[in-house]
């Protein structure tokens, strides 16, 4: 297994445009456009299409989320019915996706979803506004727990390599001390990053991004360092940036930035 610095997924796209913004060829009213963008991965309600036919879609306008920075990455986590499902990823500059007046990119050609508990398909990041999700050639009623477009972000330094990747129990402690396990372990990893300033400015706003963003409420994707691993549901449960004073004056400001996440299981 080789080793990547990890990647970051904290926009959530179609939460920061609003129900408002993404249409879809009909929804069930019982299981709404809303429920698309639910915070309780896989755990919360579903969207619903209301009848079985061969033409379903969703579009999200991307023209105040990531439609000028580009987004390459389409994360539906477990709960969903779409196995077997032939899906489709396509932007282009209007709503029509015919190329008769806008300019459509397929960015995922239509492929049938394996038995998988999440979805999660990279693409080439492109900058159009409109994005597509479709269904075009099998019928079905189809069920999303939650639409995650984002585009991942990498920084130029890396971890301390002395991190901390492990499971740890998933316990509910009663007052006499006694503990059962609540449910699955849970992925707890800690990142410390040295040496970070001016010299990698990206790299900061990054970790502000997740701070400013993603602390304590939001959840967001982490590819961790092992470069076979995907997605991983996280929150973050500490934060710090500190000025490294040890640094000659002489050199760029250096940071010390920490990050302590705990995976996120509902």
């Known amino acids: 297994m080789s080793y990547r610095n990890p990647l970051w997924g904290l926009a959530h796209a ?67 019915n779409l196995n077997g499902a032939k899906l489709k990823i396509e932007e282009d500059t209007d709503t029509t996706f015919d190329g008769s007046t806008g300019n459509t990119t397929t960015l995922y050609s239509e492929t049938a979803i394996g038995s998988s508990l999440s979805l999660d398909i990279p ?18 009623i189809w069920e999303i727990t939650q639409l ?30 006694d503990t059962v396990q609540y449910d699955n372990s849970q992925r707890h990893i800690i990142y410390d990053y040295d040496a ?5 400015a990206g790299d900061l706003a990054v970790f502000d991004w997740l701070m400013e963003n993603n602390f304590t409420h939001h959840p967001f994707l982490l590819y961790s360092t092992d470069s076979t691993d995907s997605a991983l ?34």
């Open 14 to 80: 179609a939460r920061e445009m609003g129900a408002g913004n993404i249409t879809t060829d009909e929804e069930d009213t019982s299981y709404p456009i809303e429920n698309m963008i639910d915070d309780r991965f896989g755990f919360g309600p579903v969207f619903k299409f209301e009848t079985s036919v061969a033409t379903h879609y969703i579009i999200l306008d991307m023209a105040y989320t990531l439609a000028s920075t580009g987004h390459d990455r389409l994360y539906i986590p477990q709960g969903h």
């Open 123 to 140: 693409f080439t990041a492109q900058s159009l506004r409109y994005l597509k999700i479709s269904f075009p050639t099998n019928a079905g």
């Open 233 to 266: 549901v996280m929150r973050l449960q500490a934060f710090s940036s500190k000025d490294d004073r040890s640094a000659p004056k002489s050199q760029d400001t250096r940071k010390r930035v920490s990050l302590d996440m705990l995976e996120y299981i509902g």
């Open 148 to 177: 995650y477009v984002t585009k991942t972000l990498a920084t130029v330094v890396g971890p301390n390599p002395r991190w901390t990747d492990e499971l740890v129990p998933n316990v509910m402690q009663f007052p006499n001390g």
């Open 196 to 200: 970070v300033g001016l010299a990698s």
